[in-house]
């Protein structure tokens, strides 16, 4: 076994070569082959293929396997749909009900990405970005509400994070966030809720621009 891999890092790179189109629409994923690849057993390439699979780039059909799923614009356009509406919902309740010590830590990881914005340290950035918008979805006071917007954000993230490696996106989508901090801060439900409906609509047009 190869020094160091594991289930996410082999995820990772299947996922990257998928968006990338390296594996293309209708590949098979054999765990056997992709074992052999990584130097590991089955176990870890099996969570790895599960993961991509909850994310909407693989699925398993009967007697076929794991195949690579077609990334259709239009189902994509809608996953970036659904998920501004339940941001936006989110947001508005976050707007109403953010405790100040949420608050205060929303305004610390905005200074830290801005800090990696300024430096282009894109994955850096990313995963910071992933606590950001979790602890929106957890202000809401909402558990249901929370869960969903989190089920749809690991469905799309392989998009989201893609479009962040763009260094005019990366800057404009911190910018972005200053808004939606100022206005959780001054309790603005309705501009909240438009911010995050925006914030969403530009990282979907920048993946978008990424793959034509």
């Known amino acids: 076994m190869l020094k160091g891999v594991h289930s996410q890092m082999i995820s990772d790179i299947l996922e990257e070569e998928i968006l990338k189109g390296e594996l293309t629409p209708g590949t098979r994923l054999s765990e056997q082959s992709i074992a052999a690849r990584f130097g590991v057993s089955r176990t870890p390439v099996r969570e790895a293929l599960q993961n991509i699979a909850s994310r909407s780039l693989v699925e398993r059909l009967p007697y076929k396997g794991v195949i690579v799923r077609d990334l259709d614009t239009?189902?994509?356009?809608?996953?970036?749909?659904?998920?501004?509406?339940?941001?936006?919902?989110c947001g508005g309740l976050a707007a109403e009900r953010i405790r100040e010590d949420e608050l205060n830590?929303?305004?610390?990881?905005?200074?830290?990405?801005?800090?990696?914005?300024?430096?282009?340290?894109?994955?850096?950035?990313?995963?910071?970005?992933?606590?950001?918008?979790?602890?929106?979805?957890k202000s809401c006071g909402n558990e249901d509400l929370s869960a969903m917007a989190h089920d749809m954000r690991i469905k799309l993230a392989p998009f989201r994070k893609t479009q962040l490696f763009r260094v005019e996106r990366l800057q404009m989508s911190n910018r972005e966030h200053a808004v939606i901090v100022q206005l959780l801060a001054t309790r603005n439900k309705a501009g909240t809720q438009e911010a995050l409906r925006r914030h969403?609509?530009?990282?979907?047009?920048?993946f978008s621009k990424a793959r034509s």
Request: net charge negative; hydrophobic share 50%.
């Open 74 to 89: 239009d189902r994509i356009d809608m996953m970036f749909e659904a998920m501004a509406e339940l941001e936006a919902l």
């Open 105 to 137: 830590r929303l305004e610390r990881m905005h200074l830290r990405m801005s800090e990696m914005a300024a430096q282009n340290a894109s994955r850096d950035y990313e995963a910071i970005n992933l606590d950001f918008h979790s602890l929106i979805y």
């Open 200 to 206: 969403l609509e530009g990282a979907k047009l920048s």
